[in-house]
C-alpha cells in the first residue's frame, strides 16, 4: 500500500529555514520522480519542485534558489530544505508520486511563515 508522510512543518520567522520531510512506502521509491506541491489559504496547489530518479530538479519560479529537494534512496524520503522564508510561503506542504498515471498525496504539513 503506498503511504507518503509529510513531517518538520511548523512557525519559522521570515528569513528563517525549514526543512520538509516526506517518508514514502510501498513503492520502489528510487525509480520514480518525488515531488513537493504546496496550498495556500483560497489558493490553488502549485508544485514547488520536483526531483527526478537521476536527481535532476525543477522549481517554481517563486522558489529557486530558496528551496532545495533531495533524497535519500536508502531511507525511502524525500526532503525540502527552505531558506530565506517569506510570508507568502505560508502553506500546507504536500509530497507527490505518480504512480502508473494515478497520483498519491500525503496528508500534507502546515508551514507558516510570520512577518
Known amino acids: 500500500q503506498v503511504q507518503l508522510a509529510e513531517s518538520g512543518g511548523g512557525l519559522v520567522q521570515a528569513g528563517g529555514s525549514l526543512r520538509l520531510s516526506c517518508a514514502a512506502s510501498?513503492?520502489?521509491?528510487?525509480?520514480?520522480?518525488m515531488a513537493w506541491y504546496r496550498q495556500a489559504p483560497g489558493q490553488q496547489r502549485e508544485m514547488v519542485g520536483i526531483?527526478?530518479?537521476?536527481?535532476?530538479?525543477n522549481y517554481a519560479a517563486s522558489v529557486k534558489g530558496r528551496f532545495t529537494i533531495s533524497r535519500d534512496s536508502a531511507r525511502n524520503t524525500v526532503y525540502l530544505q527552505m531558506d530565506s522564508l517569506k510570508p507568502e510561503d505560508t502553506a500546507v506542504y504536500s509530497c507527490?508520486?505518480?504512480?502508473?498515471?494515478?497520483?498519491?498525496w500525503g496528508q500534507g504539513t502546515q508551514v507558516t511563515v510570520s512577518s
Open positions: 526531483m527526478s530518479v537521476a536527481g535532476i530538479t
Open positions: 507527490n508520486v505518480r504512480l502508473n498515471q494515478m497520483d498519491y
Open positions: 510501498g513503492f520502489i521509491f528510487r525509480t520514480k520522480p
